[in-house]
């Protein structure tokens, strides 16, 4: 597989051993193509196993073996309400509440040995065991029939702070992306297009079988564009090989108002300094700092480098109709 790099960067893995399985993939109705990753008790297991505080740190990072392991960021704690309209171009987010539990990274390994990192968030669904996060950070263009084309051992980690998994991790039972990905057309431009969103199914903690939902909570998610002007708070994870200041440790947050992509009018972004890693990562409109909770209307696709723009920005993908088909199946399973 092509490594995608809208706002992820990868890194060489470490030896991937006991990982089990091929995965199956194929088209779906309504647009839909499904892969699934992490089905049994040992591909499960294998994969819990293999994202260890130190794989979880150096993901991202091009070459691992000379790469330092990046330092925790100790940011103190700061409980105080922010104000709900103020912008920011890029901080670490310290107010804990419920965004802090429900949004956190996603870690994959390419096909090609090179591990990556993303973001995602839980959402509300019948089946509370479904997260939202962009398309490339589980596939690039292709045949779908080709593992090549899929990234694997995918693992969410909500609330990820400093190598812990607070919350413990969720393996990745089923990743659903739109049909436009299944074409040899370049990957940036089915992004541009507007297809850039995916959803999936996790399976349960595996040390207690909790679902995702019951064990950190779900941000609420809708299916339309947030209007010119109407401000946004968005969060994610930029990683080691990210260039920004931040290398993976914690969680980061931007927020203003939103504009069209100059050179991608259906993506819609903010003044914010969030780069690789941060991809897939939520923008809530009607955020509530108080209680930390949202709803969902896009995830990070990529910066001004596709989309256009002097400013550095970061631009989402509109959760639409494509995405509300990825959602209506992944919430049945």
């Known amino acids: 597989m092509i490594r995608i790099r809208f706002l992820l960067v990868v890194a060489v893995a470490l030896p991937l051993a006991g990982v089990a399985g091929a995965a199956t993939a194929g088209p779906a109705p309504s647009g839909v193509t499904t892969r ?8 499960r297991k294998a994969v819990d196993v293999y994202w260890t505080p130190d794989r979880m740190r150096l993901a991202g990072a091009l070459v691992p073996e000379i790469t330092p392991i990046p330092p925790d960021d100790h940011t103190p704690d700061d409980h105080v309400v922010l104000p709900a309209r103020v912008p920011d171009t890029g901080s670490v ?65 909500p609330g990820y702070r400093n190598g812990t998994k607070p919350y413990g991790g969720f393996s990745i039972r089923t990743m659903f992306t739109s049909a436009p990905w299944d074409t040899g057309t370049d990957s940036a431009d089915v992004a541009v297009a507007g297809f850039d969103a995916a959803v999936a199914t996790v399976n349960p903690r595996r040390a207690d079988g909790r679902r995702l939902a019951d064990a950190v909570g779900a941000q609420r998610i809708a299916f339309r564009a947030p209007a010119t002007g109407e401000f946004v708070h968005a969060f994610g994870y930029p990683h ?49 700092p108080a209680t930390g909770r949202g709803t969902v209307v896009g995830v990070t696709t990529t910066g001004s480098d596709l989309a256009g723009g002097a400013e550095e920005r ?11 088909t990825l959602y209506d199946r992944a919430g049945r399973r």
Do not use: K
């Open 240 to 288: 080691v090989q990210s260039g920004t200041r931040w290398l993976g440790a914690r969680m980061v947050h931007c927020a203003g108002p939103v504009r069209s992509g100059p050179q991608a009018p259906l993506l819609y972004g903010m003044p914010c300094e969030m780069a690789h890693g941060a991809s897939g990562g939520p923008h809530f409109a009607a955020f509530d």
């Open 93 to 157: 987010w310290t107010h804990g509440t419920e965004v802090a539990a429900t949004v956190g990274r996603l870690f994959f390994t390419f096909s090609d040995g090179y591990d990556g990192s993303c973001s995602a968030t839980s959402v509300e669904a019948a089946n509370r065991s479904t997260i939202v996060t962009a398309a490339h950070c589980f596939r690039g263009t292709g045949d779908p029939a080709d593992p090549d084309t899929w990234n694997h051992n995918v693992y969410f980690v």
């Open 36 to 43: 699934e990753d992490s089905v049994t008790a040992a591909q």
């Open 314 to 324: 970061s631009y989402a993908t509109r959760l639409g109709a494509a995405a509300r």
